[in-house]
Each structure stands twice: as C-alpha cells, then as structure tokens.
T-cell receptor, first 114, second 110 residues
C-alpha cells in the first residue's frame, strides 16, 4: 500500500479481555517495528521484525504481549488479559533495509482499557 | 544498552529565533540518525536524516552530527508557530534497528 496502515484506529476494551492490533506495512518493507506511546510520553520500543523473524523482543513489557508477522508483511500485536496500564497509542512503523532508510509510521491504534 | 537521550524540555523560543534541539547516543555502532516531528495526537513524521559527520541543511532545518562526541542536533532557523511540536531523535544501526529518544517539546511563541 501507499503507507503503513493500522487497524483498528481506536479500540475500547474491558479489563481482562484480549485484543489484537494489526499493522500492514509499506509494500516491500522488510523491517517492521511496534512502539507504544502513553499520553505525553516518548516512544517505548516493543518489538522489531526483520522479515518474519523477531531479532529483538526485548521491549515487550510482559508475557501478556506477543506479536507475529506472517509472509513478511502483516503483523499482529496481541495483548492478553488487558490491564488499564496497557492504555496507550500503539504505533507501527516499517522501513526498507536498502541503504540509509527511514521508518515510516502508521497512524496508530489508540487502545483504551476500561 | 543502546540509548538515545534528549532533553525533554519544554523549549520555548520566540517566533523568528533559532531553535536548537540536542541528542546524544550511546551506541557507537549507530550509523544513521533521524529527526522526526510529532504534532499532538499525530504520528511522527521524518524531517531529516544524517549519517556523515558535519552539517546537513534542508531549508530552515540543519542537522549536525559529531560521531566522536556521539552528538546529534537539529537547528530550526526563523522558527514559526507551526514548528511547535515534539521532536524525536532516533539512531539506526546496521541491523536497521531504530532507537528513539523520548522527545523534546518545542513551543514557538508568536
């Protein structure tokens, strides 16, 4: 696609429910990143994919968080048993790996856990 | 641990002045550096990237890189109220991993 697409744009869920957030990167981009941004805060790194593999999962805050990427394209971030502190904007970005590259961001998913 | 550090601010400058934003990084393996601008409620968007020591100019923006000091800066000349945003510095290494700073909030006062 023309840009990084994330869905849903907004998600309100009840505490304890599971949620899935989707990211569709720019076509041909092999690198994909998930970040979390709480209100007024900076970007918190969650996980990085190179193709379908995740060389760096160090940012996942707990075992309730998992992510996968299939076919080297779409990625899903799953949060199990959501807690109120999970409320944030979840941003996905993708980049090429050729030369000096930049990360292009999607518009994010605003997650609210009530 | 790979880190990029920024002064969170807030930084306030009068309209027409030069705004100076600074960033330091700890990973000497970082090869490229990026400045992103993020308006409130929006996603970050790239302003400039730099990977060679020295200055790189693009319009009112100048990025500066000093690899010996592990220091990156962004200068905004003739600051405008529309420049008011949070500016994020990021470093990238050969593995294409990006490390973002926490951002500096800039307000340009008319």
């Amino acid at each position: 696609g023309a840009g990084v697409s994330q869905s849903p744009s907004n998600k309100v869920t009840e505490k304890g429910k599971d949620v899935e957030l989707r990211c569709d990167p720019i076509s041909g981009h092999t690198a994909l990143y998930w970040y979390r941004q709480s209100l007024g805060q900076g970007l918190e790194f969650l996980i990085y994919f190179q193709g379908n593999s995740a060389p760096d999962k160090s940012g996942l805050p707990s075992d309730r968080f998992s992510a996968e990427r299939t076919g080297g394209s779409v990625s899903t971030l799953t949060i199990q048993r959501t807690q109120q502190e999970d409320s944030a904007v979840y941003l996905c970005a993708s980049s090429s790996t050729q030369g000096v590259t930049e990360a292009f961001f999607g518009q994010g998913t605003r997650l609210t856990v009530v | 641990q790979k880190e990029v550090e920024q002064n969170s601010g807030p930084l306030s400058v009068p309209e027409g002045a030069i705004a100076s934003l600074n960033c330091t990084y700890s990973d000497r393996g970082s090869q490229s550096f990026f400045w992103y601008r993020q308006y409130s409620g929006k996603s970050p968007e790239l302003i400039m990237f730099i990977y060679s020591n020295g200055d790189k100019e693009d319009g009112r923006f100048t990025a500066q890189l000093n690899k010996a000091s592990q220091y990156v800066s962004l200068l905004i000349r003739d600051s405008q109220p529309s420049d008011s945003a949070t500016y994020l510095c990021a470093g990238g290494n050969t593995g294409n991993q990006f490390y973002f700073g926490t951002g500096t909030s800039l307000t340009v006062i008319p």
